[in-house]
T-cell receptor
Framework: EADIYQTPRYLVIGTGKKITLECSQTMGHDKMYWYQQDPGMELHLIHY???????EKGDLSSESTVSRIRTEHFPLTLESARPSHTSQYLC?????????FGPGTRLTVT | QKEVEQDPGPLSVPEGAIVSLNCTYS??????FMWYRQYSRKGPELLMYTYSSGNKEDGRFTAQVDKSSKYISLFIRDSQPSDSATYLC?????????????FGAGTILRVKS
């Protein structure tokens, strides 16, 4: 079982608030990813990193930002949450051909 | 057109049935093929991966890849209620080149006891 953690698991927040979703892994993987998943829809890649100080935007346009200061930590920040940000956010890390996911953060913006 | 197509289901089967889950894809550069299982309110869990064409078996699960038809399958034998979940296919070009996984939308499977 992969050791990848996300906090909080559930978050309800008002419009305009700044939020940070935490993701950490203890496996020492260089490659890490953030996905957005809506019910019945495929996972959309919003950010990825191939190592410390490396971050890239994914295929889905997102108003979020990420940082990678330490190998094990890959937080995602929304500067001003909006109802359109309501979704499930999944963090993942990868080694070789195996990609592991965290449990996800379900975000609701009211 | 989506790169990866997957029937969303739901697929409902009785306990003990053989289940067939499928994906089609359009990108001939895909070389690695994965199946993930996702329970409600959890993250996806890697079940199996295969490289290029052929079959791979792991317990009750068999993954098949037919690159000539751009078609992959996951078979579940002797299905159990605990197999009820959403199954996602995922695929990628050569990962050494930094290619990222492309996911299907997932098929909901319900196994009834």
């Amino acid at each position: 079982e992969a050791d990848i953690y996300q906090t909080p698991r559930y978050l309800v927040i008002g419009t305009g608030k700044k939020i940070t979703l935490e993701c950490s892994q203890t496996m020492g993987h260089d490659k890490m990813y953030w996905y957005q998943q809506d019910p019945g829809m495929e996972l959309h890649l919003i950010h990825y990193s191939y190592g410390v100080n490396s971050t890239e935007k994914g295929d889905l346009s997102s108003e979020s930002t990420v940082s990678r200061i330490r190998t094990e930590h890959f937080p995602l920040t929304l500067e001003s949450a909006r109802p359109s940000h309501t979704s499930q956010y999944l963090c993942a890390s990868r080694v070789a051909y195996e990609q592991y996911f965290g449990p996800g953060t379900r975000l609701t913006v009211t | 057109q989506k790169e990866v197509e997957q029937d969303p289901g739901p697929l409902s089967v009785p306990e003990g049935a053989i289940v067939s889950l499928n994906c089609t894809y359009s990108n001939s550069a895909f070389q690695y093929f994965m199946w993930y299982r996702q329970y409600s309110r959890k993250g996806p869990e890697l079940l199996m991966y295969t490289y290029s064409s052929g079959n791979k078996e792991d317990g009750r699960f068999t993954a098949q890849v037919d690159k000539s038809s751009k078609y992959i399958s996951l078979f579940i034998r002797d299905s159990q209620p605990s197999d009820s979940a959403t199954y996602l296919c995922a695929m990628s070009g050569y990962m050494e080149y930094g290619n990222k996984l492309v996911f299907g939308a997932g098929t909901i499977l319900r196994v009834k006891s």
